[in-house]
T-cell receptor, first 116, second 110 residues
Framework: EAGVVQSPRYKIIEKKQPVAFWCNPI?????LYWYRQNLGQGPELLIR????????DSQLPKDRFSAERLKGVDSTLKIQPAELGDSAVYLC??????????????FGAGTRLSVL | DAKTTQPPSMDCAEGRAANLPCNHS???????VYWYRQIHSQGPQYIIH???NNETNEMASLIITEDRKSSTLILPHATLRDTAVYYC???????????FGKGTRLHILP
């Protein structure tokens, strides 16, 4: 079974440029999460989707960040314009939320963003 | 804020058992103890979770004290590939959010 797939793995951009990250969750997982991980810290939740609906986006900086999950499968996280402080690893995770293993989140390898 | 306290780093000799402690003195009756680990340049990986009883799977064992205020993750025969940051997390099973702390950086020494 394929895991959570993220692309690109690395991205280097100049400040004020736009950037987008893509995530393909595990097949059948209806819940999708985007996290941001700063250097030396644990991941922090940005947004959670149940199918196509964003049900928790309270930590998403809405002035420059946006996300979408069309058709309830793949998701894209966008930053426009990027700032120096956005340099971090952006992680995507998915879960089924069903059964005994329903609340285990499976993470992708992440996208490491460097804003210069 | 994370509800757990972990040592920032630990060393363990290869082939020995690695015992990672976690304090969660404010844990409530509905909250489970979860462990994840993050190997360098990878995303976090689920290891094990438990409520009251000790648990064991192919990766590790989880020992929870009777008062549930602390727990220990045991890697029975540590290898170099177990070098990672280990996160102890307390959450209700219905919670969707995982609140990560800084974890314990485990170094396996050859």
């Amino acid at each position: 079974e394929a895991g959570v797939v993220q692309s690109p793995r690395y991205k280097i951009i100049e400040k004020k440029q736009p950037v987008a990250f893509w995530c393909n969750p595990i097949s059948g997982h209806n819940t999708l999460y985007w996290y941001r991980q700063n250097l030396g810290q644990g991941p922090e939740l940005l947004i959670r989707y149940e199918n196509e609906e964003a049900v928790d986006d309270s930590q998403l900086p809405k002035d420059r960040f946006s996300a979408e999950r069309l058709k309830g499968v793949d998701s894209t996280l966008k930053i426009q314009p990027a700032e120096l402080g956005d340099s971090a690893v952006y992680l995507c995770a998915s879960s089924t939320r069903r059964g005994a293993a329903g609340n285990i989140q499976y993470f992708g390898a992440g996208t490491r963003l460097s804003v210069l | 804020d994370a509800k757990t306290t972990q040592p920032p780093s630990m060393d363990c000799a290869e082939g020995r058992a690695a015992n990672l402690p976690c304090n969660h003195s404010t844990i409530s009756g509905n909250e489970y103890v979860y462990w994840y680990r993050q190997i360098h340049s990878q995303g976090p990986q689920y290891i094990i979770h438990g409520l009251k009883n000790n648990e064991t799977n192919e990766m590790a064992s989880l020992i929870i004290t009777e008062d549930r205020k602390s727990s220990t993750l045991i890697l029975p025969h540590a290898t170099l590939r177990d070098t990672a940051v280990y996160y102890c997390i307390v959450r209700e099973n219905r919670d969707d959010k995982i609140i990560f702390g800084k974890g314990t950086r485990l170094h396996i020494l050859p």
